[in-house]
C-alpha cells in the first residue's frame, strides 16, 4: 500500500481527538433529550429537486453515481440522488412525508454528517457533523418555541469544556418591515447586502444596497443605522423606533424579538444579544434567527446557527412551520484543536489493564476483567506475557490509571501514577470517580 | 412541495423505531468501552484506487461528483472520491496514514454508515449503519485476540432486547490446509464455491468445484464432508482428522480455531459453534472468521461478521495485521422492526410535561422545568395554556408518563397513567427509575 495521504475538507480526527468529539456530543445529546427532543435521523441523500428547492446551494451538492450504472455520467436527471448539505430541508421532507405518522408539535434532534463541495479553508470544510434542534408544527407555531432555543443551546453548550458563547439574535421581520417601511421594495437583496457587512464593511454595502436593491443615500444609511443597534436587554426596540421608522411588520418582529430577549434575559443571564446586523444566508428564514460566536473566536463566525421557517414545509393546504439550530460540532471543535485547547486524560476508555503472569495463566486475567468490566469497570487484558515492566509501559503509554496483578496469593492493584499497589479483589475493588472514565477539559493556557 | 416518497434501499425509522436505535447503539458502545476499544470515525471517502484494492466490490462502490464541477463526468479518474462500502478499508488506511501516531496493539471500534450500490432487497440496504470493533498490531498480531472477538460481539448482543444468537466460527487456514492436502492447488476458488453451499446446495458446489477449481469427484467429496463439520467444542478436530488428511497450514488452523473455541467455552458457554462451511466472501480473510445468527432468524444470514486479516495493511516494510468484527445494526434492526419484535415505552425522552395554566404563566412552568432538568429529569413545557385536559393528552399520545400543575398555593404532579396526583416540590421530586427514561423491549409474542 502507498502511503495513503490526507483528503482536503474531510476531517479525521487522532484518537484523543476523537474521544473529545465523543464526550461533545454525548453532553450536546443529554441536553436535547432533557428538552424532550427525540432522536431522529434521515438517510444521507436526497432527491436533487429537492436539494435545491431552497437556497443558492446548487454549487455546493455532492451527486451520487454508481461506478457500474448503465447511465452515461451526462447532466444529472430529475431522479439523480444528492448528499444532505445540512439538516433542515431533510427534516422538513421527513415531516411532510410521515405527517400522518407524527406528534405535532414534533420535537427532534438530528447528528449526523453533512456535505458541502465548498473549497476547504480554515474552520470549513467539505464533511462535517451537525447537532441540530428544532420544533415543526401544524399550521401555526406559537412564538414561544423562537425563545426556547438559545436556552436548550446555552445549556447544551454550558455543559462542553468550551469557552463562554454568545448567541446573537434578530428577526427577519424587523429587517423586512423597516426596508418597505423605508420605501425599498426588493427587501431580500436589501438583506442580502446587509449580510455582507462584515466582511465588506459598509461602504460597499450602502453601494450594493444602492446597486441591487435601488436603495437611495438615505435609505441606504437607514438600514446601516438598523444594522449598528446591538443591545443584551430590550433597549434595542427603542433604538430602532428612535430611526422613526413604522410598518405593522417590523412592530410584529419588535414584540418578538423583545420576547425572546426577556426569556433569556430571565432564564440565563448574559446568554444572548439582540443585534439587529445578523441576516443569516439561507432565504428560507421567516421571523427569529440565531449566531453564536465563542468569546475569543469571534474572528471565525458562527458555531450555531438557525432560525424559524414558516414555508419550507408544506403538503396540499397543510403547511408546517418550524423553527432550529444547528451546532457546528465539527466547526468548533476544529477551531479548538486548533488552538489545542481541550484535553483529555487519556486516549482510551480503559480504566484497568490486567497483567498476564504467563501465556497458560491468560485465563486467569481474563476472569479478572470480566469481574471487573460486569462492574461498569473499563479493563483490558495485557497482549503478552512479558515482564512487568513491559506491561506497565502498555498502560503508561495509553494513560491508563492502574495496572492489575492476578497472584496465587491473592491479587493487587497498582496506581502506576504514584506506585501505590494494594490488595485487592476483582469483585469488589472501585477506582476513584475520576478515574472511572477520561476527563475532558480546557487546556489551561498562559495569564 | 409534492409528497415526498422513500427511495428504495435508503431506509428511515419512525420516532419510536429511532428510540429502540439510540438505545441498541448506546448499549453496544458501552460494552465496547468496557473492553477497552476506543471510539474512532473515518471520513466517509476514499479514493477510488483504495476503494476497489480488495474484494469484488467495484459494483457496489458510489462515486461522488461535485453538481459544478468542471469534470465532464465521464470515467472516474484516479483522484476520484467513492463512499465507503465497509470500516474495515478505511480503518486499515488511518492505520498506515497515522502509524507513526498511533499506540500498538490499537483497537478501536467505529459506528458508522456505509453506502453500497447493490440491488435492495429484504435485509439488504444501500445505506446502512454498521457497528465495528478490530484490533491492528504491528508486524505480528497475537491469536488470543482471535478468541476475544466472540466474547465482546456475544456481551455486546446481550445487552439487547433481541433473540438470542450463535456466532459461527471458522479459520481459513483449515480449509486452505484441507484443499492443499488434498491436492487442490487453486484453493481460492474452491473456497469461493463452498462459500456457495447455503445458497445452491452441495450437488451445485461440487459441479462448481470441478469447473472452476479442478477438483475431482473425490476432492469435491472431501471439500463436502469438511463443509459438513460443526460442534459447539473441541471435536470438530478430531471429525476433522478423522478425514486423513494432514497439512502443516491444516494443523496451525485446528490448532487456533480450537483455541477461540475454547475461550468462548470458558467463557461464554453455548455462544459459538465451530462451524466449517462458514467462508466469507470477502478475500481478505487469513485465520479466524466469524459469522454471526439470530436465533429464529437463521434463514436472513448473518447479523455480525468478520474474521483475521494480515495483509490488508502495510507500509514498506511493515504490516499491519488485524482482527475484527463488524455488527450490521440496521440489517438487525431492520429485520426485527420487519418481524414487530421490538417495543419502547414512549416515543420521546420526555418523562414530565409542564402544564401551563395561563400563557402570561409561562415562565413560572419554565421554572419548574429548568428545576427537573437540573437533577436529570427530562422535561417539557405544554405548548399552550389549553385545557388541562388537552394538555394531558399532549402527553398520553406521546407516552409521558407525568404532567406537572405549577399552582399558587404548591405544584402537584399526576402519573397520567394510574390518575394519582399528589404534592410535589419541583427541587425535590423524583420519578421512579423504571419512568425516568424509556424503556426499550421485545414485543410479547403469542405462545
Not at 385 to 394: D, E, L, M, S
Amino acid at each position: 500500500m502507498s502511503k495513503p495521504t490526507p483528503i482536503s475538507g474531510f476531517p479525521e480526527w487522532t484518537p484523543a481527538q476523537q474521544m473529545i468529539e465523543q464526550s461533545v456530543l454525548d453532553r450536546i445529546r443529554t441536553t436535547f433529550e432533557l428538552y424532550g427532543f427525540a432522536p431522529l435521523e434521515t438517510r444521507s441523500v436526497e432527491p436533487l429537486d429537492q436539494l435545491l428547492r431552497k437556497g443558492e446551494t446548487s454549487k455546493e451538492v455532492y451527486l451520487l453515481r454508481r461506478l457500474q450504472s448503465d447511465d452515461d455520467g451526462g447532466p444529472a436527471g430529475d431522479d439523480a440522488l444528492g448528499l444532505h448539505f445540512d439538516l433542515t430541508v431533510p427534516f422538513a421532507r421527513y415531516v411532510v412525508e410521515n405527517a400522518g405518522r407524527l406528534q405535532f408539535p414534533f420535537r427532534r434532534y438530528q447528528i449526523q454528517k453533512v456535505w458541502r463541495g465548498e473549497r476547504p479553508q480554515e474552520g470549513r470544510y467539505r464533511e462535517f457533523l451537525q447537532a441540530d434542534i428544532d420544533i415543526v408544527d401544524r399550521d401555526t407555531l406559537p412564538a414561544h418555541y423562537e425563545a426556547e432555543m438559545p436556552l436548550v443551546i446555552g445549556d447544551a453548550l454550558r455543559s462542553l469544556p468550551i469557552p463562554p458563547v454568545r448567541i446573537q439574535v434578530n428577526n427577519r421581520k424587523i429587517c423586512e418591515g423597516f426596508y418597505r417601511g423605508i420605501g425599498l421594495t426588493d427587501t431580500e437583496a436589501a438583506l442580502r447586502a446587509v449580510d455582507k457587512l462584515d466582511k465588506i464593511g459598509p461602504a460597499k454595502v450602502a453601494e450594493l444596497l444602492a446597486e441591487t436593491a435601488g436603495a437611495s443615500e438615505a435609505q441606504a444609511k437607514a438600514c446601516l443605522a438598523l444594522a449598528e443597534i446591538s443591545a443584551p436587554d430590550t433597549s434595542f426596540a427603542d433604538a430602532v423606533r428612535a430611526l422613526g421608522v413604522s410598518d405593522p411588520l417590523l412592530d410584529e418582529g419588535l414584540a418578538e424579538l423583545t420576547a425572546v430577549v426577556q426569556t433569556a434575559a430571565a432564564h440565563a443571564p448574559g446568554l444572548c444579544v439582540a443585534d439587529l446586523r445578523i441576516a443569516r444566508g439561507l432565504d428560507y428564514y421567516t421571523g427569529t434567527v440565531y449566531e453564536t460566536q465563542m468569546i475569543g473566536y469571534e474572528r471565525f463566525g458562527s458555531i450555531c446557527s438557525g432560525g424559524r421557517y414558516d414555508n419550507l414545509a408544506s403538503s396540499g393546504n397543510v403547511r408546517f412551520p418550524g423553527v432550529g439550530i444547528s451546532i457546528g460540532v465539527t466547526r468548533m471543535l476544529g477551531l479548538l484543536f486548533g488552538a489545542g485547547a481541550l484535553t483529555v486524560s487519556r486516549d482510551v476508555p480503559t480504566c484497568v489493564l490486567v497483567a498476564v503472569t504467563a501465556e497458560e495463566q491468560r485465563s486467569a486475567s481474563d476472569v479478572v476483567a470480566a469481574a471487573l468490566r460486569s462492574r461498569g469497570i473499563a479493563t483490558e487484558v495485557s497482549p503478552s506475557a512479558v515482564k512487568f515492566g513491559k506491561q506497565i509501559r502498555y498502560a503508561e503509554r495509553r494513560g491508563i490509571p492502574y495496572v492489575w496483578f492476578p497472584g496465587a496469593d491473592g491479587d493487587e492493584v497498582k496506581d502506576i501514577r504514584s506506585g501505590e499497589q494494594v490488595a485487592a479483589v476483582a469483585g469488589q475493588w472501585t477506582p476513584p470517580a475520576a478515574d472511572r472514565t477520561p476527563v475532558v477539559g480546557r487546556a489551561r493556557t498562559g495569564a
